[in-house]
């Protein structure tokens, strides 16, 4: 685990928000929330995705779905996520044809990328006109490409004893993990997961989008500072990992 791959570029958004391009050359979006979301570069924003193969929304919080409907109408990609999510997204317009609604545990390919839905501890409501609706719950992925190389995006979450059997199933090579605090974990919780996902290359997210969020990359750096081998990426939102 923890090897950087020929062909894999991996670009980040702000928050919980990356563009990943395949070695086939699919491009895959997780959590599209750009226009409103403060870190992402403003190149990116109104319109500015407009090519993608695939859509992965973890859960159904705004700052995870906020421009799903837009960029899916407008790219014609594939949409993944959970039952109720999708069904939602459906009721906004985006096409059934190009929906794939799944579960937790479950795998589906899509045009050669292989997504498997895993846990997450988080809530899933979606504000809709005021309200909040059941949005099914809130998951994580693992992205596995053409070559083989897999990618965790543990979605918003906190620590859980089972991201073991999530580092020993997939054996993920880059990790993607919250460290903000408040709304998921902080660096202390992190530092725990990547122990028991026994990752080897991390990317922290969501953080330092809003005052609220308060962890940091340095402080995720000195808590696993033991830990042989392990490579964390600090990016800046727009930088890309490649």
Known sequence: MGRLNAGVKLTWLGHATFLIESPGGKRILVDPWVDGNPACPDTYKNGGIDSLDVMLCTHGHFDHIGDAVPIAKQ????????????????????????????????????????VTMTHAVHSCGILDDGKIIYGGEAAGYVIELENGYRIYHAGDTAVFSDMALIGELYQPDLCLLPIGDHFTM??????KAIRLLNAKAVVPMHFGTFPLLTGTPDALAELTKDIDGLQIFALQPGETLE
Do not use: H, R, Y
């Open 186 to 191: 902080s660096p202390k919780e992190a530092n």
């Open 75 to 114: 790219t014609g990609c594939t949409v993944v996520g959970i039952f109720e999510l999708i069904n939602w997204l459906q009721s906004k317009g985006v096409p059934q044809d190009n929906c794939i609604p799944m579960n937790k545990g479950g795998t589906v390919d899509v045009g050669g990328i292989k």
